[in-house]
């Protein structure tokens, strides 16, 4: 949790509001997600999961890579972020005593979206690319990236049941979107 107060506090200094000292408080108990849960609950954690592990890698690469300090700031606070998001799933799901890894097989997720569509070709293409070539192939992929995390989120706040799954995949969504406008405008400056 201690990654989520740095991640807000990176977060805000990329938009020029960062207060001028951090947080004093940080959450030390994970949330819990208790009360019944769905297949769709299961199905999203599962999913989110591949997801987040996918966009480690790559903000990962931007963490390395980028030289603007805007979109190093951006990479660094995803991170943290989603580390964080990545083992609150995985506690969950081992609670609810179910996997924590998803069925790769295409078919199996074709209902609801399918898995992240970022492949090993766009990895092996990103980790080449260097300077502005580097930079602008990574917010291109990563939009891409975060708006199937939009839409996987979407599909668990109408079909979970899951009181924290449900309040989770709201907060994904907007934080997402928030993160998908500021790369566009990365993009366009």
């Not at 959450?27 to 297949?39: L, Q, R």
């Not at 805007?70 to 799933?89: I, P, R």
Request: aromatic share 4%; net charge negative; hydrophobic share 40%.
């Amino acid at each position: 949790m201690k990654r989520l107060a740095l991640a807000t506090v990176l977060l805000l200094t990329a938009c020029g509001t960062a207060p001028t000292t951090p947080p004093a408080t940080t959450v030390s108990a994970a949330v819990k997600a208790s009360g019944t849960h769905n297949d769709t609950d299961t199905m999203y954690l599962q999913m989110m999961i591949a997801h987040h592990e996918q966009g480690l890698e790559m903000v990962r690469l931007a963490e390395d890579k980028a030289t603007r300090p805007d979109l190093k700031t951006l990479a660094a606070a995803v991170d943290a972020t989603q580390s964080d998001e990545d083992t609150l799933m995985k506690t969950w799901l081992t609670d609810w005593q179910e996997p924590t890894t998803v069925d790769h097989a295409p078919t199996t997720h074709a209902d609801h979206g399918g898995l992240p569509a970022t492949g090993p070709e766009e990895i092996a293409a990103l980790k080449k690319a260097k300077g502005k070539d580097f930079e602008t192939a990574f917010l291109n992929l990563f939009v891409a990236h975060q708006h199937n995390a939009v839409e996987m989120a979407t599909l668990e706040t109408t079909d979970g049941t899951n009181e924290e799954a449900k309040s989770l995949a709201t907060r994904i969504r907007q934080s997402r979107t928030d993160q998908i406008q500021q790369m566009l405008t990365m993009l366009n400056s």
